[in-house]
Structures are given as C-alpha cells and as structure tokens.
C-alpha cells in the first residue's frame, strides 16, 4: 500500500474496541487467561453477520478486567494516532465486560482512562437489549463527558423482545442532552431500518445502512436530514452484506451526496487499517480524489463533540 493514505490526517468514527485488540495483545491476553485464540483470527470474505458476531465470545473474555480495558482503550489510541487519525472514537458495550464483578461504571471509567481524552467514547447496546440499558448508558453518560454518543450495535432477530422502535426514549433522552446518536441500520437488512432510526431514533449517523439504495424514501430521508453513513465496506465483505467490493454503494452514495465517510468498523478482526481501507476504497470503481475528500470532510463534520 502506498503511504498517500497514512499521510493525510483521518478521522474514524466507527471501530469498536472489541474487535480492534493489536495482535500481540490479543495472543498474550488469551495465554495470560487460558482462552485459545485461532492461528488466523480474522473474519473470512462472505461469512455471515451472525458468525462474525461470535468472533466476539472470545475477544470479551480477554476483556474482564479493569488493566486489560485501560490497556486495549489506550492501545487503540496509540494506534490510531500512528495512522494519523486525528479524530477518533470507540465503541463499545459495557455490560458485556462485567462476567468477573465489575459494576458498568468501573468498565466505562476503565476505558476512559485508558482513552485519556485522546478519543471519544460511545456506549453501545445490543438489538434486542431491554432498553433501560441505553437509558442507563445516558445517565452514565451525564458525568463523564468522555462519552460521545450511545450505539445500537449487532442485528435484529425473531427471537429479541425488544424492536427498534422500543429505543426511542433512550434516544430522545440523548438528544436532550446533546448525546450523539448512531445506529447499526439496515446492514444488509430491510432499508425501513434506516427511517426508524432516524425518524423515530433521532439518528444523525448510522452504521453501515448497506441497503439505503433499495428505498427512495430511506434515501431521501437521508440526504434531506444530511445523516452521515459510517460505511465500512472490507467488514461489509467479510460479513456477506455486499457480494463484493466492487458492489459496494459507497461511490454511488457519495455521487448521490449521502453523507457517507469510511471506517474499519473493527481493526483485527477485519485486518485491516483506516489508512488501507481508504485505499481500498479509492480503488472502486467510479471513485475518484474527489470523492474521496468529500469522504474525509463528512468524516470530521459528523464527528460527536466532547460535552
């Protein structure tokens, strides 16, 4: 790859801590707590959404304890500034760290420190969560303006009690404090994904929304309202959500005006660098330098500010 891309300064606003762990550290945490990690551990082209998710059982349990949540958090933001990322922010779900007795607070105080105002912070909950978990997430979020935004992150499913539309009061509660919001939408999913999010969600950025295409309506909603797409098209590959690069939407959205900027979404588990996905990206087809700095100005502009 040609370091064009490392050179230019870079703003990432969709990677999640549990899946962007450096290589080292994930092999030495899994020897230091007896959990086997795969030679080659990285998602596969054309898996499903579903099996990727469970390359997360085994990241998550590396991740109980306060030392190893500071040292990940401050890892990814050592990182991130080595490829010129000058803004940065990581997600993730705190509740999912708490199987050795940490209370939700600890866990997000961990990360922060780790993160030591070098990156902002969204808390994510999971499709199907009871939502007084979001809810919680805003109220964590009133004392630590560290947290930039609450996620709705993973997929819906037959089985969840919980819809899209049963978030909304976490979400209006965001919006009233001036909480970013974000959403995992319609990634490869029903585009009706998209309006919910953002008509009943009050969403300004959504994760992945592969399917945006398949719905004028969703369309429009989108470019009216200047939502920005947090596209991640190698881990939209990997999960089987577009066929291949070649068919991913992001030259069309961009040509459209869709706010659409690139992401890793996660950094090991796709094997992948911001500075390698835009050149990835640049190589699509119909993409051209000026697409690609519209990219790069919607990245900064949807940015979630410190409170």
Not at 30 to 52: C, Q, Y
Not at 137 to 148: A, D, L, M, N, Q
Not at 210 to 232: F, G, M, P, R
């Amino acid at each position: 790859m040609s370091n064009h891309w490392v050179q230019i300064k870079k703003a990432e606003l969709h990677r999640h801590l549990d899946g962007s762990l450096r290589k080292s550290t994930m092999y030495e945490l899994g020897k230091k707590f007896n959990v086997d990690i795969p030679a080659d551990f990285h998602f596969s082209p054309n898996m499903t959404l579903e099996k990727a998710l469970i390359f997360f059982d085994t990241s998550l349990k590396l991740l109980q304890e306060k030392s190893e949540l500071t040292r990940v958090s401050a890892e990814i933001c050592e990182d991130a500034k080595k490829d010129n990322i000058t803004h940065l922010e990581i997600r993730f779900g705190p509740h999912l760290h708490l199987q050795k007795g940490l209370k939700i607070e600890q866990v997000v105080d961990s990360v922060l420190e780790g993160i030591d105002g070098r990156a902002g912070l969204i808390l994510c909950g999971l499709y199907g969560d009871d939502p007084k978990l979001l809810k919680s997430y805003v109220e964590i979020s009133k004392t630590r303006p560290g947290v930039v935004g609450i996620d709705l992150a993973g997929g819906p499913h037959h089985s969840q009690s919980f819809k899209l539309e049963d978030y909304q009061e976490a979400y209006t509660m965001a919006l009233e404090i001036g909480l970013g919001r974000t959403v995992h939408a319609s990634e490869g999913r029903n585009p009706n994904e998209i309006i919910t999010a953002v008509n009943t969600l009050h969403a300004t950025r959504l994760g992945h929304a592969t399917t945006l295409l398949d719905s004028k309506e969703a369309l429009d909603l989108v470019i009216n309202k200047q939502i920005t797409i947090e596209s991640c098209p190698t881990s939209n590959l990997q999960c089987g959500v577009v066929t291949s690069l070649k068919e991913h939407p992001i030259t069309k959205w961009l040509e459209l005006g869709v706010k659409a900027c690139i992401n890793t979404d996660n950094t090991f588990f796709s094997n992948v660098t911001l500075s390698e996905e835009y050149q990835t990206v640049s190589e699509l087809p119909g993409m051209t330098q000026e697409l690609m700095n519209k990219s790069i100005e919607n990245s900064f502009n949807a940015a979630f500010k410190l409170r």
